[in-house]
């Protein structure tokens, strides 16, 4: 089945920096979303991106689907962005695949 | 609107006993997901359904069962429960079979004794 793989798996910014996570999967997908699991364990969609690029807030992210990757970018962080950031890819219309997360760490 | 909701939030049971998770979503979804979050790890697919009355199995479907006999709603059973079940549950929705967006369910805790 399809690898999704996911980097770096461990973060830690302090307030303020800027940070890129990256999301490289191993066949072509139909699907491909961003969430943030925040530390009381809910999965927030952040974005719904199977190509190009999208922008909210100190947030964007770009996929590049001929590339096989995603990347997702936290502009000037917060200590509310602390969590786990997961992709997730769906290779056949009808089911999502995770991977592993990257955990990220903000400190005042 | 709601979203998608899931009861219980928490559940302890011992080995052996039997439970059923609800999920309902209010967004007229054809698609409707079940997943479990291990520690350390994403999501994985338990079972799907693809509109009402119809079930499929997904990456992790032993010892669960699933139903949809409404379309807002998808239930998801253990008939015997062993502590290998201990994780978290998500439910999710989605409108189609075009790779559309899933949205998800705040999770029931899982705990086997």
């Known amino acids: 089945g399809i690898q999704v793989e996911q980097s770096p798996p461990d973060l830690i910014l302090q307030e303020g920096a800027n940070s890129t996570l990256r999301c490289n999967f191993s066949d072509s997908v139909n699907n491909l979303q961003w969430f943030h699991q925040n530390p009381w364990g809910q999965l927030i969609n952040l974005f719904y991106?199977?190509?190009g690029t999208k922008q909210n807030g100190r947030l964007s992210a770009t996929t590049v689907a001929t590339e096989r990757y995603s990347l997702l970018y936290i502009s000037s962080s917060q200590t509310t962005d602390s969590g786990v950031y997961f992709c997730?890819?769906?290779?056949?219309?009808?089911?999502?695949?995770f991977g592993t997360g990257t955990r990220l760490l903000v400190s005042p | 609107n709601a979203g998608v909701t899931q009861t219980p939030k928490f559940r302890v049971l011992k080995t052996g006993q039997s439970m059923t998770l609800l999920c309902a979503q209010d967004m007229n979804h054809e698609y409707m997901y079940w997943y479990r979050q291990d520690p350390g790890m994403g999501l994985r697919l338990i079972h799907y359904s693809v509109g009402e009355g119809t079930t499929a199995k997904g990456e992790v479907p032993d010892g669960y069962n699933v139903s949809r006999l409404k379309k807002q709603n998808f239930l998801l059973g253990l008939e015997s429960a062993a502590p290998s079940q201990t994780s978290v549950y998500f439910c999710a929705s989605g409108f189609s079979h075009r790779g559309d967006e899933q949205y998800f369910g705040p999770g029931t805790r899982l705990t086997v004794t």
């Open positions: 991106i199977p190509s």
């Open positions: 997730a890819v769906d290779p056949s219309f009808q089911k999502l695949v």
